[in-house]
């Protein structure tokens, strides 16, 4: 599976921003996909993830209640929306396949296997 991430920019702290990814290659049938995040001198860290066919979703706590991750499951897409964005906030945004990822480690990097090309969220204080 191929992944095209888009919908990164620079916005001011309050606003919002939409993130996509496009699976492409075939119809993307695993288990879950997530989307991730690497600030500059950090390591990258689990932002958010859905089950595919469920719907459940999963977000680290510093998103909650402020960034919402949804799928568009027939046009193989993925959708994280951010809203009150904080400078915080500011990293590379991946978005990534889990195939075969069990529920508990849903939030753990090693679960996931293709990755997108990143794309950048900066927010300005």
């Known amino acids: 599976v191929q992944l095209q991430a888009s919908g990164g920019g620079l916005v001011q702290a309050g606003e919002s921003l939409r993130l996509s990814c496009v699976a492409s290659?075939?119809?993307?049938?695993?288990?879950?996909m997530g989307w991730f995040r690497q600030a500059p001198g950090k390591e990258r860290e689990f932002v958010a993830a859905i089950k595919w066919s469920g719907g459940h979703t999963y977000y680290t706590d510093s998103v909650k209640g402020r960034f919402t991750i949804s799928r568009d499951r027939p046009k193989n897409t993925l959708y994280l929306q951010m809203n009150s964005l904080k400078p915080e906030d500011t990293a590379v945004y991946y978005c990534?396949?889990?195939?075969?990822?069990?529920?508990?480690?849903?939030?753990?990097?090693?679960?996931?296997?293709?990755w997108g090309q990143g794309t950048q969220v900066t927010v300005s204080s």
């Open positions: 290659g075939r119809s993307y049938s695993g288990i879950a």
């Open positions: 990534a396949t889990a195939p075969r990822v069990i529920t508990s480690a849903i939030g753990v990097l090693s679960s996931y296997d293709d």
